[in-house]
């Protein structure tokens, strides 16, 4: 290519990234994906190690960050605040752990030990302290110099404003990174984009005051000028900073293997959406700080640290459709099937538009090119359309105003609390008379939490329906299973497995038995407080009468809307015959009244695989039956952790990280007093 032509392509670039640094640093507002922006650098990195002639002062290789903002006053690092170098993929591990190797002049098999350390998605900080005091305060800025941002760092609760520790250093940059959590940023959302822009956007109030009201961390992990410090390694270094107050992050690591350094990456890449905070990939630093002196830094990074970024969680993709599932409580949702794209290591080929108000508030079309996060969401969803991209015959998405199942007006309620009518679109059917909702019915009356029949899930579900072998949950027990056993993929064992599963269930206790009919607005907890209420099914049934229900005011947690969705439930005739149907066939058993001061007062537990002679649900109602209670997520306020057979290592492998109690189902049994 011609040398013009190249370079001219270069500056192109090299000016995109100015423009995205001055959104991204200055203005806190990115323009791009972190990707997309990396996908930049890398390019332009690229460009320079292959054409010699290409240079700019504005290469990425040699500035860092953006020019400080002429809102603050300016301060010089005494020790500038480098970038790192990316990886991708397991090949730049070995080439980086080579050039280390080679740097260092020692064999192939030298044995190199890495501090790792998640790479939080925040804003980074300089904290100076003498004699054991925070003075000074600082922001990345371009690398050499930085905002002094002092006051509003002091309103963050995680920075010490004095250190005690004997063996502190008399002078010492404190470096680690500003961060809001994203539970936290829930109750911000309306302010800022997202949980980094709302960071960096509290430390530029020029208001002290105004950033206090924002509940910003900091997590502490390495150091820049220092004046004595007595610490020969990465890894101690952190220790210490805990024993002198501040917040490290709990998963950082002292491993040794590129080998290993994999699987705690594939380890962390799939625990990243449950963690409160985001991360953005993992920084490896050879652990000892003798070694990290020899190697040095190379233009505006360590030689002896890279950052192992993480799969995009956002992609591009074109809209090929637009489809309306039809939920149980008859919400219409929509679904965009998309051309299928990798999104942090998920091929995802649909996404969710929510509802009709957020198609028309983004104007979102069939044959868009469409932006898709993963993130949080366990469902993608789209963020943006490039409207740029739109083709001439491009016509805006219609919701339909009937039911594409059944044919019935589609309504939106009127909600009371905001006086306004809810975003969700639904199908005024009631009952079974819609298909789509009865299928969605039934496949919630034998989900897990409910009647919870091993071996039927959603796709038996919707096969048996359309072979008119179940059209309400009472024909679930009355299965022709001659006819099931001669069907593609069963047999005569799989048929009996299946009848004996259903007959198991036969049993059911009331408070899951209110809950698997599907009554919007009635969920779990909602069943429990029923259930302890109304203690028999017979005292459900009467809610039928109107002077009956009205007694439901009384239970604290039961509400007008509540109330509502019985009523409409109970005015339905169908529904009314399924309870009588399902009465005729099932053991329903009375609730019993909660014991408040059982042998698990105060714990709380988890479980984690699959339990012997005893399901899930069950196992939960004895422990919240016994005064304890149940936690979905493992934290340090976790008590137990009850593991049975095939358990998510994972989920053992945090518990140990946080000092949970793990045991099996035997110990369980004996804490109730039972025998296994």
């Not at 998640?118 to 925070?134: E, H, T, V």
């Not at 409160?276 to 040095?296: P, T």
């Not at 109970?570 to 042998?599: C, D, Q, W, Y």
């Amino acid at each position: 290519m011609d040398e013009k032509i190249l370079k001219k392509e270069y500056l192109k670039k090299i000016s995109r990234l100015q423009k995205y640094n001055l959104a991204y640093y200055d203005k806190s507002k990115p323009i791009i994906s972190d990707s997309e922006y990396d996908k930049l650098k890398k390019e332009i990195i690229d460009f320079e190690k292959k054409y010699s002639f290409l240079k700019s002062s504005n290469s990425p290789s040699l500035i860092v960050g953006f020019k400080p903002s002429k809102n603050f006053k300016k301060v010089k690092h005494k020790v500038p605040m480098l970038s790192l170098s990316n990886a991708f993929e397991e090949e730049d591990l070995i080439n980086f752990e080579k050039r280390i190797i080679n740097y260092l002049d020692k064999k192939s098999d030298f044995k190199i030990e890495y501090s790792v350390e998640p790479k939080i998605d925040g804003i980074s900080a300089s904290l100076i302290y003498k004699k054991g005091r925070f003075i000074t305060g600082l922001s990345r800025g371009d690398g050499k110099e930085g905002e002094d941002i002092t006051e509003n760092l002091k309103t963050i609760n995680d920075i010490p404003n004095k250190i005690l520790g004997k063996n502190f250093p008399e002078e010492i940059d404190i470096r680690g990174e500003v961060f809001i959590k994203n539970s936290d940023f829930k109750k911000l959302s309306n302010k800022f984009a997202n949980p980094r822009n709302a960071a960096s956007g509290s430390l530029r109030q020029k208001n002290p005051d105004e950033t206090k009201k924002i509940p910003l961390k900091f997590i502490a992990y390495t150091f820049g000028f220092q004046k004595n410090i007595q610490i020969k390694s990465q890894t101690e270094f952190l220790e210490n900073l805990d024993k002198w107050g501040f917040k490290i992050n709990p998963f950082n690591k002292k491993i040794t293997s590129i080998k290993n350094l994999l699987e705690n990456y594939k380890y962390l890449e799939q625990k990243r959406d449950e963690l409160d905070f985001d991360i953005d990939g993992i920084v490896y630093k050879v652990n000892n700080f003798e070694l990290q002196k020899r190697l040095g830094n190379v233009a505006n990074a360590p030689r002896w640290a890279i950052a192992h970024k993480f799969s995009a969680n956002s992609g591009v993709s074109k809209i090929l459709n637009i489809e309306i599932q039809i939920g149980r409580t008859g919400a219409l949702t929509p679904v965009a099937k998309i051309k299928p794209v990798n999104i942090g290591g998920v091929v995802v080929s649909n996404a969710t538009l929510h509802n009709e108000d957020e198609i028309k508030r983004k104007d979102i079309r069939i044959g868009d090119i469409a932006t898709i996060e993963r993130a949080g969401d366990v469902i993608p969803h789209i963020t943006s359309i490039e409207v740029k991209k739109r083709g001439k015959n491009s016509k805006k998405f219609i919701f339909p105003i009937k039911c594409p199942s059944c044919g019935s007006s589609t309504i939106k309620d009127f909600n009371l609390i905001t006086k306004k009518n809810d975003a969700v679109r639904r199908c005024s059917s009631e009952g079974y008379e819609c298909e789509k909702i009865s299928i969605e019915k039934i496949k919630h009356f034998v989900s897990k939490d409910a009647f919870n029949i091993e071996g039927f899930g959603k796709k038996i579900v919707e096969n048996f329906w359309n072979l008119n072998l179940i059209k309400l949950p009472q024909d679930i027990f009355s299965l022709d299973y001659n006819k099931i056993k001669d069907l593609d993929g069963w047999g005569t064992q799989s048929a009996a497995n299946l009848k004996y599963s259903i007959d198991l269930r036969k049993d059911i206790s009331l408070e899951r038995f209110i809950y698997a009919l599907g009554i919007r607005h009635i969920g779990l907890e909602n069943a429990k407080l029923l259930s302890k209420h109304l203690i028999t099914l017979k005292k459900f049934l009467e809610l039928s009468k109107v002077d009956k229900i009205n007694e439901l005011l009384n239970i604290d947690g039961i509400g007008e809307t509540q109330i509502k969705s019985i009523k409409h439930f109970f005015l339905n005739k169908t529904n009314l015959n399924v309870i009588n149907e399902l009465n005729k066939i099932l053991s329903i058993k009375e609730s019993k009244a909660i014991e408040k001061n059982g042998p698990f007062k105060d714990q709380t537990f988890m479980f984690t695989g699959k339990l012997n002679g005893i399901s899930r649900a069950e196992a939960k109602s004895l422990i919240e039956q016994n005064s304890g209670s149940i936690v979905s997520n493992i934290s340090k306020k976790l008590n137990y952790l009850i593991v049975g057979e095939k358990p998510t290592k994972r989920k053992i492998d945090i518990a140990n990280e946080l000092g949970v109690k793990i045991i099996n189902q035997t110990v369980w049994f004996k804490m109730l007093d039972k025998r296994s």
